[in-house]
Structure formats: structure tokens, C-alpha cells
């Protein structure tokens, strides 16, 4: 149960206002690093004496590569698990995290896609399409990390944890091309814990680990291959790429083919060394990259029909969504919505493309979501070590780095919409960056360098706290209760047998926050949920599901509403 405290009716609106959303806490953020400057520079550096300590504890973990790689893996898990009085297991709101987890649902039913449903109209819905096949619009990767506890009869919400701990031990593995052990562990610890225990990649099924996952084992594969050429290393980058192209596979190229041109450049350059790097290298890519290609030709045909076609781009044929890339007309609307959500989630869509029409248009967008990106992956405290990245040493393969951050920024940048996790294949790159920078600050000064990196390591512990005290005080009670959805779910389990709830949404419904989603195997489950299509239409459902409890579900009524559902009468 969530440790929730209630705060005064009339400090409510006051809270929300400050203390909501990455703004707010990057505003929480500054005034920490402003006070904890002001107190470094009073104080001459004096507490941190007990930092020696720390330090000297954090490099006796390191000093065991296997030792700290464990600990890497191990602390996300424990860290949520330690949290689970604050934030409970994650409910399922938007509808991309219920299109997730149907591919979750069905690789537990032991296949790629399902059969269309004699009745799909009544479940068609946002992110899902019914024909040629049932299935989720999005790749693969996700759903099969949310897919793997489900093999063992744990909830899904699992799989997220355990993509965070791939992602932790990715991270580090990636780090130790370019950093001490006990650098790249203290990043692990406490620098990720920004993009993993407390952000949305860890309490959402949205995903972001995953592709950070991919990315990472990519990345530091291609810095260890430059330095050696070793087979396990080419099969580790073979690895990654798989997994980009399951995840995010757009982004997922844009990096690759920075990494590729690396690789190509180190191979010309090899002189005398050509051979023995083309037999190290040549062979496991060649089988990783068919090995990839054939999976994902495998999918798209059994989704699809056809082995070019991914089911992101059947579903822009079917529904109109997502929409195109700037340089591309708008996709036209199908010929007819049958459902008003949908209609809707295209019209937004379409209106965020016409949005941007002109370079200037562009620069603002570009603007926005470069401040998104640094609200999320960065933040003040952080900044401040980016300051000081080219001042020391320079950094190994320095231009690999920067061309692949920027192949990624310039993708993203192609297009209408942005998320968090469409940076995830960079997410160690960032880490790096700020890592060097710490590095670097270190040397400044001396002390005052050491001063001011051990002052930007105590601003992150007390702005994590920060938001997890908020959390438990605040928000934790109206984020963390049930929702809609999971009230018809928890009280109709509650009552056993079979049900149709039939969802009738009012006029005015957000179309984000949709309510008909259905399992793998539809007519198995317990809930069948369904769309209102007026009497006619929904007495095919009474006809076909005849021995089930009927149910009409208005979500939108203050409260929701669940009555026995009344339909024709002869």
C-alpha cells in the first residue's frame, strides 16, 4: 500500500503548481545547488571531509570487476523494490503502455501476432490494428522483457524493473571503455538513477531501458573493438544493434550508422592488421546483422503480411498515425473512423505536424524538445560538469562520441513528436559526457575542483529525496490511485465469472487515456472489453458472448459508473 500523508485542502493548488513535473523539480534542483555552492564556499569544503570515506569504499566494490558489474545490475532492482511504500506497481493509463503489454500477452500465448476477431470492430482502439492480423503497432522489445516474468506467473510490471537493471549493468559495461571502475559505478549508482529509479522508464510501461540497453552494449562494444579487434566484442555489438532495431529501430540507425562508419574508417586504416580485424569482426556482424534482418522479416510478415513492412507503418496506412517526417506531406485521414477516439488521436496528431511549417516553426520545436532532453537527461546540477568536459584530458574517440550524439539529436529532430525514451539509444552517451566532466572538474583548482564535484553529487542525493519525500507527502495519493479501468477490473474479479463491459465514453473524452484494450486471446479472457455502437450493433456481442454478465461502463461520470448494461428488448 502507498505511504501517502495528507497535506491542507488549501495547500493543494500551491503544490501543485510548484511541485509537478520535470520543470518543477529541475526549479527544486537549482535552488539545492544554489544553497549547497553558497554552503561549499562558507564552509571552505569542510564537511566533505567524510567523502573519503565514500570514495575509498566505492573503489574497494570496484576493485572486483564482476563485483561491481553485480551491484550494477542488482540496484535498480533494490532500489524499487525499497520504494515499492511510495510508488505501488505501475496501473496502465496511456494507451501506448496497453499496446506494450498485448505484445507482452501475446509472446506468453507463444506467438508474434494474433488472429483477427470475428468481431473487431467493437475492439478496435489506438495503437492496435485487426487486419491482416491482432497486434500491436510497435516492435517487439519492450513486450518481451514485459513478456518474461510473465513466463514465470509474475505480474509484467517486472519486466520494467528488470530492463532497468539491464540497463544499469549496460551502462556500466559501456563506461569501463573510457573510465576507471569506480567511475563507472558511481555513474551506475547514482548519475542513472535520473533516467531509471526515478523517472517514467521505471514506474510506466512506456520503455526507454530497453533501447538504453542496446545502445550501451553497442557503443561500448564499437570503443573496445577500435582499441582490440576481439570476436566477443563484435558479437556483443551484433547484440546491441538486435536490440535497437526491436526497440527503436530509427534511432537505433541513425547510431549504427555512426558506429558503422567508425568501423569502416578503423578497417581501411588497418593496413598489415586487415585480415586478422576483418576475421574477428566480419564474421559475427555478418551473422548478428542476418540473424536481425531474418527476425525482423519474420515479424513484420507474420503482423503484416509482408517481410518490408513494419506494423508502425501499416498502421499509419490503416488509421492515418503517426504522421510524417517534416520534409513529407501530412498523412491523410482513412476513408472512415469508425470510433470517435480514434478520429481524435488523428486530428491531434495531424495538428502537432501542422505545427511546424517553416524553419522558424522548426527552430522552436527543435528548441523545445532540446529543453525536454535537458530537463530529463541532465538537469542544473549535471550542467555544470558538461562545462568542464573540454577543459581536461580529451576524451578517447572523442569525434565517435560526438557524431553519434548528434546522428540521434538529428533524428529526433525529423519529426513531429517527442518522448523521453526516443533518446534511450544515447542514454550512455550522456552519461559519459557527464561523467568526463566530472572527471575534469576533479582536477580544477585543487581543492576547489574536488569541492564542487562532491557538492554536485550531494545536490542529486537531496533532489532524488526531494522528489520521493514529495511523492509520499503529495502526489503519491491521487497518482497512485486506482484508476478507472482498474476499479471495474478489481470489483468484477472480485465478483468471478465472465463479463462484456461495454465502454460509452462522453463527448468530451480524452482520448489519451483509453479504456478498451483487450488481452491476446480475447474471447479467454474473464473481461472482454468493448466499444458502445449503439443497441444494433452491440446485440452482435450479446449474441456471440450470450452467458456473460453484460455491463455499460461510463468512465466519464464524476464517479465513474458501472450498471448493468440494457440492451434491446423485444
Wanted: a positive charge; proline letters at 7%; glycine letters at 8%.
Amino acid at each position: 500500500m502507498a505511504v501517502a500523508v495528507p497535506i491542507p485542502a488549501w495547500l493543494s493548488p500551491v503544490a501543485d503548481f510548484l511541485f509537478t513535473g520535470n520543470e518543477a523539480n529541475a526549479s527544486v534542483e537549482a535552488v539545492l545547488l544554489v544553497l549547497c555552492l553558497a554552503g561549499m564556499l562558507v564552509l571552505r569544503g569542510r564537511p566533505f571531509r567524510g567523502f573519503a570515506r565514500v570514495e575509498a569504499a566505492l573503489k574497494r566494490w570496484a576493485a572486483s570487476e564482476r563485483r561491481a558489474l553485480t551491484l550494477a545490475l542488482a540496484f535498480p532492482l533494490v532500489a524499487r523494490i525499497a520504494l515499492l511504500g511510495v510508488y505501488p506497481p505501475p496501473q496502465p493509463w496511456v494507451h501506448d503502455e496497453f499496446s506494450y503489454l498485448l505484445i507482452a500477452d501475446t509472446l506468453q500465448e507463444g506467438r508474434l501476432t494474433n488472429p483477427t476477431h470475428p468481431l473487431w470492430e467493437h475492439f478496435e482502439t489506438i495503437h492496435v490494428f485487426f487486419q491482416p492480423t491482432y497486434s500491436s503497432k510497435y516492435p517487439v522489445g519492450n513486450g518481451v522483457v514485459l513478456a518474461l516474468p510473465l513466463l514465470v506467473g509474475l505480474p509484467p510490471y517486472v519486466g520494467i524493473w528488470l530492463g532497468c537493471s539491464f540497463l544499469s549493468g549496460a551502462v556500466y559495461w559501456m563506461l569501463r571503455a573510457w573510465v576507471p571502475a569506480h567511475w563507472a559505478l558511481f555513474a551506475a549508482l547514482l548519475l542513472l538513477a535520473r533516467e531509471s529509479v526515478m523517472s517514467g522508464w521505471m514506474h510506466t510501461y512506456w520503455g526507454g531501458a530497453v533501447a538504453g540497453t542496446g545502445g550501451a552494449l553497442a557503443i561500448g562494444a564499437t570503443a573496445r573493438l577500435l582499441q582490440a579487434a576481439r570476436r566477443r566484442h563484435a558479437w556483443i555489438l551484433g547484440g546491441g544493434i538486435f536490440l535497437l532495431a526491436i526497440t527503436r529501430p530509427y534511432e537505433g540507425f541513425a547510431l549504427t550508422l555512426v558506429l558503422g562508419a567508425a568501423l569502416l574508417l578503423w578497417l581501411v586504416r588497418s593496413g598489415a592488421e586487415r585480415g586478422k580485424r576483418l576475421e574477428a569482426v566480419l564474421v559475427p556482424l555478418l551473422v548478428s546483422m542476418t540473424a536481425t534482418a531474418g527476425f525482423v522479416a519474420l515479424h513484420n510478415y507474420t503482423v503484416t503480411g509482408d517481410p518490408t513492412l513494419l506494423p508502425y507503418a501499416h498502421n499509419r496506412s490503416l488509421y492515418g498515425t503517426p504522421q510524417s517526417f517534416y520534409w513529407q506531406d501530412p498523412v491523410p485521414p482513412p476513408p472512415v473512423f469508425r470510433h470517435k477516439q480514434l478520429a481524435d488521436n488523428y486530428r491531434w496528431q495531424l495538428d502537432v505536424r501542422r505545427e511546424v511549417d517553416s524553419a522558424a516553426s522548426w527552430l522552436r520545436s527543435v528548441g523545445w524538445k532540446m529543453k525536454e532532453f535537458w530537463l530529463f537527461f541532465i538537469g542544473p546540477a549535471l550542467t555544470i560538469p558538461l562545462l568542464f568536459l573540454f577543459t581536461g584530458r580529451r576524451p578517447k574517440r572523442l569525434g565517435l562520441l560526438m557524431g553519434a550524439v548528434g546522428a540521434v539529436l538529428l533524428a529526433v529532430n525529423c519529426y513531429p513528436f517527442f518522448y523521453y525514451h526516443y533518446f534511450a539509444p544515447i542514454a550512455g552517451l550522456i552519461l559519459l559526457f557527464q561523467l568526463l566532466g566530472l572527471e575534469a572538474m576533479r582536477r580544477w583548482r585543487p581543492p576547489w575542483g574536488v569541492h564542487l564535484a562532491r557538492t554536485v553529487a550531494i545536490v542529486l542525493v537531496l533532489s532524488y529525496a526531494w522528489q520521493i519525500g514529495l511523492d509520499m507527502l503529495h502526489k503519491t495519493q491521487r497518482k497512485n490511485a486506482d484508476r478507472p479501468r482498474n476499479q471495474v477490473e478489481r470489483a468484477l474479479d472480485e465478483m468471478g465469472g465472465h463479463h462484456v463491459v461495454i465502454v460509452r465514453y462522453a463527448p468530451d473524452h480524452d482520448f489519451h487515456h483509453e479504456i478498451v484494450y483487450n488481452a491476446a486471446d480475447i474471447d479467454s479472457s474473464p473481461i472482454v472489453w468493448a466499444r458502445d455502437m449503439g443497441p444494433l450493433k452491440n446485440q452482435e456481442l450479446e449474441t456471440y458472448y450470450r452467458g456473460r454478465k453484460f455491463w455499460s461502463f461510463e468512465p466519464d461520470q464524476k464517479p465513474p459508473r458501472l450498471t448493468p448494461y440494457q440492451g434491446l428488448r423485444f
